[in-house]
């Protein structure tokens, strides 16, 4: 079973960047297509960006593209999400998701695994 562990939030003004990291202990990463999700205060969990284990296929949520990008770099056994020209609107605690599915979800049910979730807070 994978452990996945979030870093990277923080406190961060409009239009700034933030990186987001999710590191694995106890299995290797690059068995899982991972996913990065958020959810806000009131509202339900919502995709932002997958990547499957190749890092060959990518999706973004249509709120993020252009301005997110998902990455994951196996040999160091992490995935990391760069945000940029972050809104207000981003604020969230924000997840990183594991899955074994041969293709890329973007439906946080279908993920099995799960971090503990690092806070992003973009003030106006």
């Known amino acids: 079973q994978v452990q996945l562990v979030e870093s990277g939030g923080g406190l961060v003004q409009a239009g700034g960047s933030l990186r987001l990291s999710c590191a694995a202990n106890g299995r290797a990463l690059s068995s899982y297509n991972m996913g990065w999700f958020r959810q806000a205060p009131g509202k339900e969990r919502e995709f932002v960006a997958a990547i499957s284990k190749s890092g060959g296929s990518i999706y973004y949520a249509d709120s993020v593209k252009g301005r997110f990008t998902i990455f994951r770099d196996n040999a160091k056994n992490t995935v990391s999400l760069q945000m940029n020209s972050l809104k207000p609107e981003d604020t969230a605690v924000y997840y990183c998701?594991?899955?074994?599915?041969?293709?890329?979800?973007?439906?946080?049910?279908?993920?099995?695994?799960w971090g503990q979730g690092t806070q992003v807070t973009v003030s106006s």
């Open positions: 998701a594991a899955d074994v599915a041969v293709l890329v979800q973007t439906i946080a049910g279908r993920y099995a695994y």
